[in-house]
């Protein structure tokens, strides 16, 4: 599959042309085992023991991917952006899950990576306040597993020029994995 046809697959051709090479992705590096995790004050803690989220769990049929969304019933079109991505990054996303604890469902089958889609996703399994504005496009530890946040499916159907930036963050998850491969 070219990178024309995977654009187009994301919907994001003709409206986006790719105006400048994109550059090479760079290797990630994973944090240290003795480095802390990301730090949460009192008041987050607070606010996520007081306000658990059920979330939505759809992994890839190959176990590598775990896609995680706020637990709302998928809309057609969502579904479909959804298959979609997934067969830019030739994948085949699984039956979706029921609304169950994130950790159990990453117990019952491990992910390679962690695509946490959407504020309250990312929010949740990160215990963070800060929008996903400022979260995206790095790499974080959610038990020991990698996670990357990223726009959820509603947000992108209707703000079409944050495909691309979701494309960044996926391109990322891909490349930890093949990271992890090497």
């Given at each position: 599959m070219t990178r024309e046809d995977m654009l187009r697959e994301l919907e994001l051709l003709p409206m986006?042309?790719?105006?400048?090479?994109?550059?090479?992705?760079?290797?990630?590096?994973?944090?240290?085992?003795?480095?802390?995790p990301l730090?949460?004050?009192?008041?987050?803690?607070k606010?996520?023991?007081v306000a658990p989220r059920a979330?939505?769990?759809?992994?890839?049929?190959?176990?590598?991917?775990?896609?995680?969304?706020?637990?709302?019933?998928?809309?057609?079109?969502?579904?479909?952006?959804?298959?979609?991505?997934c067969k830019a990054m030739r994948i085949i996303a699984g039956p979706e899950q029921l609304p169950i604890?994130?950790?159990?469902?990453?117990?019952?089958?491990?992910?390679?990576?962690i695509i946490?889609?959407?504020?309250?996703?990312?929010?949740?399994?990160?215990?963070?306040t800060a929008p996903l504005t400022?979260?995206?496009?790095k790499l974080y530890q959610y038990h020991d597993f990698p996670l990357i946040a990223t726009y959820d499916l509603a947000h992108l159907l209707q703000n079409l020029p944050d495909k691309a930036k979701v494309w960044d963050d996926l391109?990322?998850?891909?490349?930890?994995i093949q990271d992890a491969q090497l």
């Amino acid at each position: 599959m070219t990178r024309e046809d995977m654009l187009r697959e994301l919907e994001l051709l003709p409206m986006w042309q790719l105006r400048t090479p994109l550059p090479s992705l760079e290797p990630v590096q994973a944090r240290p085992k003795n480095e802390k995790p990301l730090v949460v004050d009192a008041k987050i803690k607070k606010i996520a023991a007081v306000a658990p989220r059920a979330l939505r769990h759809i992994g890839s049929e190959n176990g590598d991917f775990l896609f995680v969304m706020a637990n709302d019933a998928l809309q057609a079109d969502e579904a479909h952006l959804l298959k979609n991505i997934c067969k830019a990054m030739r994948i085949i996303a699984g039956p979706e899950q029921l609304p169950i604890d994130t950790l159990a469902a990453i117990q019952a089958r491990p992910p390679k990576i962690i695509i946490a889609m959407g504020d309250p996703a990312t929010q949740t399994l990160l215990q963070s306040t800060a929008p996903l504005t400022t979260l995206r496009g790095k790499l974080y530890q959610y038990h020991d597993f990698p996670l990357i946040a990223t726009y959820d499916l509603a947000h992108l159907l209707q703000n079409l020029p944050d495909k691309a930036k979701v494309w960044d963050d996926l391109r990322l998850a891909m490349q930890v994995i093949q990271d992890a491969q090497l």
